[in-house]
């Protein structure tokens, strides 16, 4: 069984811009820090494209590490990998992606500059790796002090736990733009939720909408 995050970002929401993730990022993207992908997204929506996450080029679970450092040091990757442990991919921070312009498709395709990555908090911290990018935040830390303040805190678990949540219910919330904060709202009161339309209509879209409703005490629009 896949495993599903529901992620509490410590990375600014405020310091660059964000846009929606659901329009502008696509392929491996699941389980990746809300406040990453926003702004992946509002990069993309600046130049007009969908940046597509490689396969593995987002969160990799431990296991997933393990298989790719295995590959590697049988000489069965073009790439380099990362030692299991030792991996911002496994902290869900780092993204790996193709998609011009963020890549150099070839020798005349235009790349995004750096200082424009940059003014979207992002930046490439490995120059042999130009497909990898990271939040700016990450600059000049180590991976044990990256892990300490920066990487996003679970919170879908004791979530799914607390209302008896099937895993099918959870991977369709975690889907949503606004999941991190739906989670944290209902998990911080025991009343009635108050939900904006926007959300209210994201979730309607469930085929089990009346059952997920009664779980979680959702209210009614006025």
Do not use: C
């Amino acid at each position: 069984m896949s495993e599903i995050y529901i992620w509490k970002s410590r990375l600014s929401k405020d310091a660059y811009p964000m846009a929606d993730h659901t329009a502008y990022v696509a392929g491996d993207k699941d389980n990746l820090d809300p406040v990453v992908l926003g702004r992946w997204a509002a990069l993309a929506k600046a130049y007009g494209v969908v940046i597509v996450v490689t396969n593995q080029g987002g969160y990799r679970s431990k296991s997933d590490q393990d298989e790719l450092w295995l590959m590697y040091k049988a000489g069965k990757l073009q790439q380099t990998a990362a030692k299991p442990y030792t991996s911002r991919h496994g902290l869900a921070l780092a993204v790996d992606s193709s998609t011009p312009p963020f890549r150099r498709a070839s020798s005349t395709t235009p790349v995004i500059p750096e200082a424009v990555l940059n003014r979207y908090g992002l930046w490439h911290p490995y120059s042999s790796e130009p497909w990898h990018a990271e939040p700016i935040e990450t600059r000049g830390l180590t991976f044990a002090q990256i892990k300490a303040r920066l990487a996003p805190i679970e919170i879908g678990a004791a979530f799914q736990q607390k209302y008896g949540l099937a895993e099918k219910t959870l991977k369709f919330i975690s889907g949503f733009r606004w999941a991190p904060e739906l989670v944290e709202k209902r998990m911080l009161s025991e009343g009635p939720l108050h939900l904006s339309e926007q959300t209210i209509d994201y979730l309607r879209d469930y085929p089990y909408w009346p059952d997920l409703k009664t779980k979680l005490n959702i209210a009614e629009l006025a």
